[in-house]
C-alpha cells in the first residue's frame, strides 16, 4: 500500500570496489543527548536526501547533520553500531551504490562504492551484509580491512536483512512488473552460505526478533493477506502465525518493533496507523491513529523502551518535507519537527 515503486531499482550485476575509496574525515565526533536518527530518501536529484537527529534532551531536531558534503540518490540503509553509524545510498538506477561509515554528530569517516543499488545492512562476526536488490544477492563487507570479500548468492530482490544468533536472514521480494518471491533466506555467518530458505507469504518486508530469540517476519497486506509469522531459528520450523484483523488496525506493512519489557510489539499496519500486537494473546489494537491517513502517508515506526518514546515517519506527499512525528509511552502525539522529503528509517541512540 505504502512502498514507492522506484523504477532505478532493476536487474543489474554486482560490483566490488577496492578498500576505503575516499577517507575523509578521520576525528570521531559524538552527538551529546539520547534521540533518534532519520535518514530522508529525498526526491530525484541528488544533495535532496538528509540525515536528520532529533534529540531529546532539547526536545529539538537538527534538519541535517551529514558532511561534508552531501548524500548522493536514494539511501535507505542505516544502523547504528558501536557508537557508529553506517549509511546506504542506492545510487543512480541499475549502479553501484555507495556505502559511508559516520561518526554519531553525522561526519562521514570512511565512504565506498559497492553492491548494485544496495538497500539494507546487519553487521554480523565483524562483517556487513548489504543486500542488492537487482543482483539478487547479498554483498559482505569484512569491516577490519574494509573491503568486499564476495557475494552471496539469495533469492528474488533481497531487500530487509536483519542477524542474529550467528546467521543472517534476508526477506527476498520482487522485482517492478517481474518476479515475485515469497522466501527468506538463511546465511551462516561464519561461512558465508545460505544454509536454509524460509518459505513465507509473498514478499516479505520485516524481520525482528522477540525477547525470548525468535525470528518474526512480516509479509505486507490486507486483513486477508498480511500476516506475522513466528519462526524458530535452530530449527526452523514455524511457531506460530498471526493474522491482524480489527477495524482500522488491520493488515501488516512494515517495522515490526519488539518491547523488551513484555509480549508486545508495534508496527505499522495496511491501514497506515500503528498496531499494538500482544504474542501471548494474539490480540491486537490501534495504537496510534493516522489522523489524515488520506493524505499523509507513514513510510517508518521505531519504538525507545528506554525513554518510552514511540516515532513515526511521516512522507506526507513524497515531495515536499516529510515530518518525524514523536509519541509518548501511551501514543499520545509530543510533537512533530520537519525531516528531509520521503523520511524512511529511524535509528534510536541511547
Not at 536487474?11 to 559524538?30: K, L, Q
Not at 535507505?76 to 543512480?92: A, R, S
Not at 527468506?184 to 545460505?194: E, G
Amino acid at each position: 500500500m505504502k512502498t514507492i515503486i522506484t523504477l532505478f531499482l532493476l536487474s543489474a550485476i554486482i560490483c566490488f570496489t577496492g578498500c576505503r575509496d575516499e577517507v575523509v574525515n578521520n576525528i570521531p565526533a559524538t552527538i551529546a543527548g539520547k534521540g533518534v536518527y532519520v535518514l530522508s530518501e529525498g526526491g530525484f536529484s541528488a544533495g535532496s536526501s538528509k540525515l536528520s537527529f532529533y534529540n531529546i534532551n532539547t526536545n529539538s531536531i537538527s534538519e541535517n547533520i551529514f558532511h561534508p558534503g552531501s548524500i548522493g540518490l536514494f539511501p535507505d540503509g542505516l544502523i547504528l553500531k558501536d557508537n557508529m553509524l553506517y549509511l546506504l545510498e542506492q545510487g543512480n538506477f541499475n549502479s553501484a551504490g555507495k556505502i559511508y561509515l559516520l561518526d554519531t554528530g553525522g561526519a562521514v569517516d570512511v565512504s565506498s562504492s559497492i553492491g548494485t543499488n544496495p538497500y539494507s545492512l546487519t553487521i554480523a562476526n565483524d562483517k556487513v551484509y548489504i543486500t542488492n536488490g537487482p543482483s539478487n544477492n547479498v554483498s559482505v563487507l569484512n569491516l577490519s580491512i574494509w573491503q568486499v570479500t564476495g557475494s552471496i548468492p539469495v533469492g528474488t530482490y533481497p531487500q530487509e536483512i536483519i542477524s542474529g544468533g550467528g546467521k543472517v536472514f534476508v526477506c527476498n521480494t520482487s522485482v517492478y512488473q517481474g518476479a515475485t518471491d515469497s522466501t527468506v533466506s538463511v546465511i551462516d555467518a561464519a561461512t558465508d552460505q545460505v544454509v536454509h530458505t524460509i518459505k513465507v507469504r509473498q514478499t516479505p518486508s520485516s524481520l525482528a526478533f522477540t525477547n525470548d530469540g525468535k525470528l518474526l517476519i512480516g509479509c505486507p497486506g490486507t486483513s486477508a493477506t498480511g500476516i506475522i509469522y513466528k519462526y524458530d531459528i535452530d530449527t526452523y520450523s514455524r511457531l506460530d502465525s498471526f493474522v491482524i484483523s480489527n477495524g482500522f488496525a488491520s493488515g501488516f506493512d512494515r517495522d515490526i518493533r519488539v518491547d523488551p519489557n513484555n509480549d508486545n510489539i508495534y508496527f505499522l499496519c495496511y491501514t497506515n496507523n500503528v498496531v499494538k500486537l500482544n504474542l501471548s494473546t494474539k490480540q491486537s489494537e490501534l495504537f496510534i491513529t493516522n489522523q489524515n491517513a488520506a493524505t499523509e502517508i507513514w513510510t517508518g515506526y521505531n519504538f525507545d523502551a528506554v525513554n518510552g518514546k514511540h516515532y513515526v515517519a511521516n512522507a506526507k506527499d513524497f515531495v515536499t518535507s516529510g515530518s518525524l512525528i514523536v509519541f509518548d509511552l501511551n501514543g499520545n502525539m509530543t510533537g512533530t519537527f520537519a525531516t528531509g522529503i520521503s523520511p524512511r528509517r529511524i535509528v534510536v541512540k541511547n
